[in-house]
């Protein structure tokens, strides 16, 4: 499985860790092809959480964070962006097996720069909620019992829909997704995190943090044990 850097996304100063990447908005993401294990799907009935931290350069637009799908919409899959309604922006997550769509929305407005820690969580039992900074932001409420499989063959995102749009804009830092749902007192763990943990969650299917003893020469390397490394291209760590 190989995940590849498009458009040279600057390496600057991390969040978590000594470093983080800065996305122009401009055809600038991060790529895993759809492992064949299917570790980045999620079947009918399992649990994820998606975590990270963000810091954004402008605002007044859509911007997305991670997505394993092309829209915001009723295609199968799973994305996280920030949404513009014309004078906010809040942090929204959406999942969907192609026919039945769940999504939530937050309630604080992003529209200022400064670093953000996330966490979504699915819960098939109770549904998707929001977590910014450590604190429930909000969620929905709706009955999840037609949620099936959220499987597709696309590709896996950081900083662009899998279709490449919608481009983020600004810094991202220490991405990972967790074959489970966090409970809210671990999403306060991750948010009071400030270096990255050791040991590694074996619970991780993947985990990306942009560190240097985590880009060994031209490999960029995944943190959890399912070894989604991938072949940096078109930029270089200073």
Not at 136 to 155: M, R, V
Not at 189 to 207: E, F, M, R
């Amino acid at each position: 499985n190989t995940l590849a850097m498009t458009g040279s996304p600057s390496w600057v100063a991390g969040q978590i860790g000594p470093y983080s990447l800065d996305f122009s908005g401009t055809a600038q993401y991060l790529s895993v092809a759809d492992p064949a294990s299917g570790v980045l799907d999620f079947g009918d009935g399992a649990d994820f959480t998606i975590s990270g931290w963000f810091n954004r350069d402008t605002a007044a637009a859509d911007h997305t964070i991670v997505a394993k799908k092309n829209d915001q919409t009723t295609n199968a899959g799973y994305v996280v962006w920030i949404d513009n309604n014309g004078s906010t922006d809040y942090l929204s997550a959406e999942i969907s097996d192609g026919t039945d769509t769940y999504s939530a929305i937050g309630t604080t407005d992003l529209s200022t720069t400064g670093w953000h820690q996330f966490s979504i969580v699915w819960d098939d039992s109770n549904g998707l909620s929001i977590y910014l900074d450590g604190k429930l932001d909000g969620s929905t409420t709706s009955s999840t019992s037609s949620i099936n499989s959220l499987a597709n063959a696309l590709a896996f995102r950081i900083g662009a829909e899998s279709d490449a749009g919608v481009p983020f804009d600004g810094k991202i830092d220490d991405i990972g997704v967790y074959g489970y749902a966090l409970s809210a007192d671990q999403v306060k763990k991750l948010y009071n995190t400030t270096a990255p943990t050791q040991p590694i969650d074996t619970s991780l299917v993947g985990h990306w943090t942009f560190d240097g003893t985590d880009i060994q020469g031209t490999t960029a390397i995944d943190r959890s044990s399912f070894g989604n490394n991938g072949t940096i291209t078109g930029t270089t760590k200073t």
